[in-house]
């Protein structure tokens, strides 16, 4: 079937849509139509709508999804603004109940966006969901949505007893009642990019809500392809400076202002003190002191600079929490998972 005919009939803005999904691009051209396409050919009984925020981008890619589809609800900016802003801005406009977070390097199944909505309904619409996570080349599984460490480093799951309770939802592909994303209050803006999806989903733990990863569906995805790096590459993981410091500096954020205490006091000067070490290690093997600087000072340094907001914040979380300190951790894995890639991938290509 065509897909302007897919498109009038699921894509109907004159229809009050069940499903709002949310597409952030920057110098997306090159994958959108993937994207965009997946949505439109989704197996399901009810309208949705397709939204997406250009992040200033330059590539003519405002251009083409205006020409190409003229359905989908366009929302440019101005300026780069980052993945928090792009997104609260669409689910901001978005009219459906639920809203699907979309990376504009992610292929749906066609039957993920029903697969979603009837695990929501199971569930009161209450929690967030993700899917089955497969690499968009190889086609092979990625994760069954994700554990975390005790510093906040991703671990993904591959077991089936975990699909009812894994610690969070990547980004990439995250299913969400619209009103528990306002409950919630949507991302930190000042996250920028990167934890986001890390801080949303230990969010709607502590407050009592589930993260969960239907059985089946899933969804492909170009890793790496939005910011750079995050990635093996040839049996070695390769990452960049600029995506580390975001990374350990939004990881080090979420790590103040969710965990319950006395858990929080004792993790975070742990926390501060391995990530000194490791900068000093990795500056000294790599002869690049510049790591040192760039990612682990500079994000030590902004913890500092937002230690009012954090403090602040942080009181308003903890007293939204609805769940004991053994329930909140209980989707953890306590192996550092530094460690085991380090022993996997030796020490990582950092550029």
Same mark, same amino acid.
């Given at each position: 079937m065509?897909?302007?005919e897919?498109?009038?009939?699921?894509?109907?803005?004159?229809?009050?849509p %069940?499903? !709002?999904?949310?597409i952030?691009n $920057?110098?997306g051209i #090159?994958?959108i +139509?993937?994207? *965009? @396409?997946s949505?439109?050919?989704?197996?399901?009984?009810?309208?949705i709508?397709?939204?997406?925020?250009?992040?200033?981008?330059?590539?003519?890619?405002?251009?083409?999804?205006h020409?190409?589809?003229?359905?989908?609800k366009?929302?440019?900016?101005?300026?780069?603004?980052?993945?928090?802003i792009?997104?609260?801005?669409?689910?901001?406009?978005?009219?459906?109940?639920?809203?699907?977070?979309?990376?504009?390097?992610?292929?749906l199944?066609k039957?993920a966006?029903?697969?979603?909505?009837?695990k929501s309904?199971?569930?009161?619409?209450?929690? %967030?969901l !993700?899917?089955?996570q497969?690499? $968009?080349?190889?086609? #092979?599984?990625? +994760?069954?949505? *994700? @554990?975390?460490?005790?510093?906040?480093?991703?671990?993904?799951?591959?077991k089936?007893?975990?699909?009812?309770?894994?610690s969070?939802?990547?980004?990439?592909?995250l299913?969400?009642?619209?009103?528990l994303?306002?409950?919630?209050?949507?991302?930190?803006?000042?996250?920028?990019?990167?934890g986001?999806?890390?801080?949303?989903?230990c969010?709607?733990?502590l407050?009592?809500y589930p993260?969960?990863?239907p059985e089946?569906s899933?969804?492909?995805?170009?890793?790496g392809?939005s910011?750079?790096?995050?990635?093996?590459v040839?049996?070695?993981?390769s990452?960049?400076?600029?995506?580390?410091?975001?990374?350990e500096?939004?990881?080090s954020?979420v790590? *103040? @202002?969710?965990?319950p205490?006395?858990?929080?006091q004792v993790?975070?000067?742990?926390h501060?003190?391995?990530?000194?070490?490791?900068?000093f290690?990795?500056?000294?093997?790599?002869?690049d002191?510049?790591?040192?600087?760039?990612?682990?000072?500079?994000?030590?340094k902004?913890?500092?600079?937002e230690?009012?907001?954090?403090y602040?914040?942080?009181?308003?979380i903890?007293?939204m929490?609805?769940?004991?300190?053994?329930?909140?951790?209980?989707?953890?894995?306590f192996?550092p998972?530094?460690?085991?890639?380090l022993v996997?991938y030796g020490?990582?290509?950092?550029?």
């Amino acid at each position: 079937m065509p897909y302007m005919e897919l498109d009038k009939q699921k894509i109907n803005p004159k229809k009050k849509p %069940i499903c !709002s999904v949310c597409i952030a691009n $920057y110098n997306g051209i #090159e994958v959108i +139509d993937s994207a *965009i @396409l997946s949505v439109m050919m989704q197996d399901c009984n009810f309208p949705i709508e397709i939204i997406v925020h250009d992040d200033s981008s330059s590539d003519g890619s405002v251009e083409y999804i205006h020409k190409k589809y003229p359905t989908v609800k366009i929302i440019q900016s101005t300026c780069n603004v980052g993945f928090c802003i792009s997104n609260n801005r669409m689910v901001s406009a978005a009219r459906g109940e639920f809203i699907l977070l979309l990376n504009n390097d992610a292929v749906l199944f066609k039957d993920a966006i029903s697969t979603l909505y009837d695990k929501s309904r199971m569930l009161n619409n209450a929690g %967030i969901l !993700s899917l089955n996570q497969y690499d $968009y080349k190889t086609e #092979e599984l990625i +994760d069954r949505g *994700i @554990l975390l460490d005790p510093f906040l480093n991703t671990v993904p799951n591959f077991k089936n007893s975990r699909l009812s309770n894994v610690s969070m939802a990547i980004g990439a592909c995250l299913w969400i009642p619209k009103y528990l994303w306002e409950e919630i209050g949507g991302f930190p803006e000042w996250f920028h990019t990167l934890g986001e999806d890390m801080y949303i989903c230990c969010l709607a733990r502590l407050m009592g809500y589930p993260i969960k990863i239907p059985e089946n569906s899933g969804f492909l995805h170009m890793v790496g392809n939005s910011i750079g790096g995050g990635k093996v590459v040839n049996n070695r993981l390769s990452t960049r400076k600029a995506r580390r410091a975001l990374s350990e500096r939004n990881k080090s954020f979420v790590m *103040i @202002l969710i965990y319950p205490s006395p858990f929080f006091q004792v993790a975070i000067l742990l926390h501060i003190l391995l990530l000194l070490v490791e900068g000093f290690v990795l500056s000294l093997v790599k002869k690049d002191m510049d790591i040192l600087c760039s990612i682990y000072l500079t994000s030590l340094k902004a913890i500092w600079n937002e230690r009012r907001r954090l403090y602040y914040l942080r009181r308003r979380i903890q007293s939204m929490r609805k769940i004991t300190s053994q329930k909140f951790f209980a989707p953890f894995t306590f192996l550092p998972q530094k460690v085991v890639m380090l022993v996997k991938y030796g020490i990582p290509e950092i550029k």
